[in-house]
Structures are given as structure tokens and as C-alpha cells.
């Protein structure tokens, strides 16, 4: 039998130009296209695709919205999203923890074709929504810096998780609030989810970064996830988060509101693990860009960059990076408000040694 397959973007230029392709595999596969979300609601009702292909970000309704119309429909065939953010090692994660297949825009025609046919050549056994579940959910509200409540409904109980720029910063479920609640419904791992419209002033309670709040809520869970995770990941998990956001407080009590932002992450993914105001696509971007400066340095036969290096923006902005390893501390900071002798010869050695006493724990 001849599959159907839907791709959802609102990028028309794009997604007729993956048609055009796929085109020539009619006698494989049906290829539809569409724009919008509610578009799409329609064209599955009346065609019943076997794999639907959606790109998370887009105007009005997005592509998690669509994911969740599909999940509480119990849609039996796949979903895969795309998206234009994070990192390669970053997805790997989402798919490992969550089972949702999600894919790095822009893409080889090629490699994308080659996807298709091998998904359905294995009649579409991962990555079907019955299979995918909440942490996937989360993971791309974080992933598109989202800001939204989601509502979980489990055994009779109701909890919310509110998102602001994709971080978690409030959350209610049974008697708990605040960062409790947030383990509890994410170490729950289920139930019935939507997205409701937030309504008055959430307050701030958790100030915990995401990828922290997940993997101390997943350790705590008697449930395993998902098979293995890798060996960065799971050194990860063993972080002390408490003494790493000790750590973040550092900069915080010596800069003042020279600090703007900081973050300590993993050099594996760019994932931050504590922080304070907290910016994942700048670590995603500082943590490639820390990359391609070590590669580069290296083969052009110069010395082994040394344990940090600074960068000066407009409106006399700095970022500095510190290199751990197999860890990365960023800040961005205000020079007008920062005293840079303070900051080079007092703040980063304590930096340092902090972190340092941690990782060697």
C-alpha cells in the first residue's frame, strides 16, 4: 500500500521545494504539503497520513500544538519535527529521553529523502506518537524558547508548568508549588497534556535552568528513561546542582548589575546546568564557537587556547568563557558597570576554584 505523508511549514518555498523532490517517489509515497496548523488538522481528518513531518516554530498555532492535537487524538502514525535551533547533540537528547524524532533545519535534500524511505521501510516503528511523551513535549517548548502553560492531567489530578522563554518558572500540581511541583509532574512522565492561556501574573518561583530542572527531576524518578543515555549525560545527572548554582552566585554577589547573564554548561551539548538568567541559544552558539577556536588553533600549529577568552560586543558588552573541560562557565556582562581588574584578577580565579572543587568531588 502506497504511505501518505504530510509536511507542515510555513515556509512555502521550502516545503514545495521538498514536494518537487519527493515527487519523483509517488510510487512509493503520496507527499501533501501545507502551511499552517489548522490546516493540517483538516487534510488529516480526511487523508489519515502515515507520517506527518512538522517544523515546531510558525505563526499562530505552532508545530507543538499540532503534536499535541495528534497525541490526544491517539494519531497511530509517526510525527517528526523540525526546528532551526540547538545543537545536533542537543536533539539526540530529546530523541533518547523522549522517543520524538526531531531534525536540524537546514538539511541535504538527500539525507531527507534517505529518512523518509528508511522510516518507512521500518513501517514507522519509532517516533510514533503513542510512543512519545511528556519530556519530549518540554524539551521543544525549551528548544523554541516558548513562552506557555501546560496543563497535565494524570489519575484524577491536574498540574501546570509555566514557561517563559522556554524556562520553567512556575508550576502547580496537587498541595505542591514552585520546584516541587516541577519534579513532580515531570518525574510523572504522563497523562493527558494541553496548552491552556496564560492569565494573570505568574510569580517566579523556580529559577532553576531547564536542563538542570530535567535531570534532577528524572534522577529522582524510580522509572528508568528510555534505555541509556550517554556518558555525558549521565555525568550530568551525578552534577551537584546545588553547589553548582553556589558557584553561580559568585559572579552574582561580586558584579552586581555588571552581570547580565551566566551559565555553566556542558561542552557536549551546550546545555546549561546552572545559571542565572539563563540563555540557551547563547550557549548552544558559544559552545560551537569554543569549538571551532580549539580546532582552528590546533591545526594551524599555535598553543592550546589557554583557560578562558573574552569577547567585546556593542554597547560595551563582554563574554567570557572559562573552559573546564568537559564543562564551560559563560557570562555576559555590562563594562560600563563591570571593573575589569576586579573581574580578571578576583572574580574568575574564585570562579574557578569553585567549579573546580566541584567537578573534582
Same mark, same amino acid.
Given at each position: 500500500?502506497?504511505?501518505?505523508? *504530510?509536511?507542515?511549514? +510555513?515556509?512555502?518555498?521550502?516545503?514545495?521545494? &521538498?514536494? +518537487?523532490?519527493?515527487?519523483?517517489?509517488?510510487?512509493?509515497?503520496?507527499?501533501?504539503?501545507?502551511?499552517?496548523?489548522?490546516?493540517?488538522?483538516?487534510?488529516?481528518?480526511?487523508?489519515?497520513?502515515?507520517?506527518?513531518?512538522?517544523?515546531?516554530?510558525?505563526?499562530?498555532?505552532?508545530? &507543538?500544538? *499540532?503534536?499535541? $492535537?495528534?497525541?490526544?487524538?491517539?494519531?497511530?502514525?509517526?510525527?517528526?519535527?523540525?526546528?532551526?535551533?540547538?545543537?545536533?547533540?542537543?536533539?539526540?537528547?530529546?530523541?533518547?529521553?523522549?522517543?520524538?524524532?526531531?531534525?536540524?533545519?537546514?538539511?541535504?535534500?538527500?539525507?531527507?529523502?534517505?529518512?523518509?524511505?528508511? $522510516?518507512?521501510?521500518?513501517?514507522?516503528?519509532?517516533?510514533?506518537?503513542?510512543?512519545? +511523551?511528556?519530556?519530549?513535549?518540554?524539551?521543544?517548548?525549551?528548544?523554541?524558547?516558548?513562552?506557555?502553560?501546560?496543563?497535565?492531567?494524570?489519575?484524577?489530578?491536574?498540574?501546570?508548568? $509555566?514557561?517563559?522563554?522556554?524556562?520553567?518558572?512556575?508550576?502547580?500540581?496537587?498541595?505542591?508549588?514552585?520546584?516541587?511541583?516541577?519534579?513532580?509532574?515531570?518525574?510523572?512522565?504522563?497523562?493527558?497534556?494541553?496548552?491552556?492561556?496564560?492569565?494573570?501574573?505568574?510569580?517566579?518561583?523556580?529559577?532553576?535552568?531547564?536542563?538542570? &530542572?530535567?535531570?534532577?527531576?528524572?534522577?529522582?524518578?524510580?522509572?528508568?528513561?528510555?534505555?541509556?543515555?550517554?556518558?555525558?549525560? @549521565?555525568?550530568?545527572?551525578?552534577?551537584?546542582?546545588?553547589?553548582?548554582?553556589?558557584?553561580?552566585?559568585?559572579?552574582?554577589?561580586? @558584579?552586581?548589575?555588571? &552581570?547580565?547573564?551566566?551559565?555553566?554548561?556542558?561542552?557536549?551539548?551546550?546545555?546549561?546546568?546552572?545559571?542565572?538568567?539563563?540563555?540557551?541559544?547563547?550557549?548552544?552558539?558559544?559552545?560551537?564557537?569554543?569549538?571551532?577556536?580549539?580546532?582552528?588553533?590546533?591545526?594551524?600549529?599555535?598553543?592550546? !587556547?589557554?583557560? $578562558?577568552?573574552? *569577547?567585546?560586543?556593542?554597547?560595551?558588552?563582554?563574554?567570557?568563557?572559562?573552559?573546564?573541560?568537559?564543562?564551560?562557565?559563560?557570562?555576559?556582562?555590562?563594562?560600563?558597570?563591570?571593573?575589569?581588574?576586579?573581574? *580578571?584578577?578576583?572574580? !574568575?580565579?574564585? !570562579?574557578?576554584?569553585? @567549579?573546580?572543587?566541584?567537578?573534582?568531588?
Amino acid at each position: 500500500m502506497i504511505k501518505k505523508l *504530510l509536511l507542515v511549514d +510555513d515556509e512555502e518555498f521550502f516545503l514545495e521545494g &521538498l514536494k +518537487d523532490g519527493l515527487d519523483e517517489f509517488k510510487d512509493k509515497f503520496i507527499t501533501d504539503i501545507c502551511f499552517s496548523v489548522e490546516e493540517a488538522k483538516k487534510l488529516q481528518k480526511k487523508n489519515k497520513y502515515d507520517l506527518i513531518v512538522s517544523d515546531i516554530r510558525m505563526p499562530k498555532k505552532s508545530g &507543538l500544538d *499540532l503534536f499535541v $492535537y495528534l497525541k490526544r487524538r491517539k494519531f497511530k502514525g509517526g510525527f517528526i519535527a523540525m526546528t532551526a535551533y540547538g545543537t545536533e547533540e542537543l536533539l539526540k537528547n530529546v530523541r533518547e529521553l523522549g522517543g520524538l524524532d526531531v531534525i536540524l533545519k537546514p538539511f541535504n535534500f538527500d539525507w531527507f529523502k534517505d529518512k523518509i524511505f528508511d $522510516y518507512f521501510a521500518d513501517e514507522g516503528v519509532s517516533g510514533t506518537i503513542e510512543s512519545i +511523551d511528556l519530556t519530549s513535549l518540554l524539551q521543544m517548548i525549551n528548544l523554541e524558547k516558548k513562552s506557555t502553560t501546560v496543563k497535565i492531567e494524570s489519575s484524577g489530578d491536574t498540574g501546570f508548568l $509555566y514557561f517563559e522563554n522556554g524556562e520553567i518558572i512556575h508550576s502547580i500540581y496537587k498541595e505542591f508549588e514552585g520546584l516541587d511541583a516541577a519534579k513532580h509532574i515531570i518525574s510523572m512522565n504522563k497523562g493527558k497534556f494541553s496548552f491552556v492561556k496564560n492569565g494573570d501574573m505568574v510569580p517566579k518561583s523556580i529559577d532553576v535552568p531547564f536542563v538542570a &530542572l530535567m535531570m534532577d527531576s528524572i534522577r529522582s524518578s524510580d522509572e528508568e528513561i528510555n534505555g541509556s543515555i550517554e556518558e555525558n549525560n @549521565l555525568k550530568e545527572k551525578e552534577m551537584n546542582v546545588e553547589k553548582l548554582n553556589e558557584c553561580v552566585e559568585i559572579p552574582k554577589s561580586q @558584579l552586581g548589575e555588571g &552581570l547580565l547573564a551566566t551559565d555553566i554548561f556542558g561542552a557536549a551539548d551546550g546545555q546549561s546546568l546552572a545559571g542565572f538568567n539563563p540563555q540557551p541559544a547563547a550557549t548552544a552558539l558559544f559552545n560551537k564557537l569554543s569549538d571551532f577556536m580549539i580546532e582552528a588553533l590546533d591545526s594551524a600549529g599555535f598553543p592550546p !587556547m589557554g583557560r $578562558y577568552y573574552m *569577547l567585546s560586543l556593542e554597547g560595551n558588552k563582554m563574554v567570557i568563557l572559562i573552559l573546564f573541560g568537559d564543562y564551560r562557565w559563560g557570562m555576559l556582562v555590562d563594562g560600563e558597570k563591570t571593573q575589569l581588574g576586579l573581574l *580578571l584578577n578576583v572574580v !574568575m580565579p574564585k !570562579m574557578i576554584k569553585a @567549579l573546580e572543587e566541584v567537578l573534582t568531588e
